[in-house]
């Protein structure tokens, strides 16, 4: 059972992957053609829906940063590294505070 899980979870990843390259190829070509960056370009060009644009994260928070940094010139992929990476960090911060709540509430 466990590598069945473990070969979904593989695809899964796979997948979101391949949608991050999709978005970056549609951007890249608006930007190319001078055209506005907006959730509706980006769905349209790239063949992922709107609503699996907002739906995730790391995705909307990618758009959204280029969609306010339009006229900069930057790697994609590093933005959405840079959120995965911020994201991660995040979560072991959450892990420790909710640590430490637990020692306090054990006093």
């Known amino acids: ?5 473990n ?3 593989l695809y ?4 979101h992957h391949e949608t991050v390259d999709k978005i970056q ?3 890249n070509e608006l930007k190319c053609n001078g ?3 907006t959730f509706a370009s980006i769905s349209e060009l790239s063949g992922v829906s709107r609503s699996a ?5 790391e995705i909307r928070a990618l758009i959204n940063t280029i969609k306010e940094n339009n006229n900069e010139n930057f790697d994609i992929k590093d933005v959405y ?3 995965v990476s911020i994201k991660k960090i995040l979560k072991a911060v959450e892990a420790k505070v909710q640590q430490h709540d637990k020692l306090l509430k054990n006093r």
């Not at 059972?1 to 899980?5: A, C, R, T």
């Not at 899964?12 to 997948?15: L, S």
């Not at 644009?53 to 994260?57: G, I, M, P």
Request: net charge positive.
């Open 1 to 5: 059972m466990s590598d069945q899980l």
């Open 7 to 9: 070969g979904i979870r």
């Open 12 to 15: 899964a990843r796979k997948k």
């Open 25 to 27: 190829k549609a951007i």
């Open 35 to 37: 055209q506005l960056i």
């Open 53 to 57: 644009l907002y739906r995730s994260n």
């Open 81 to 83: 590294d840079e959120i």
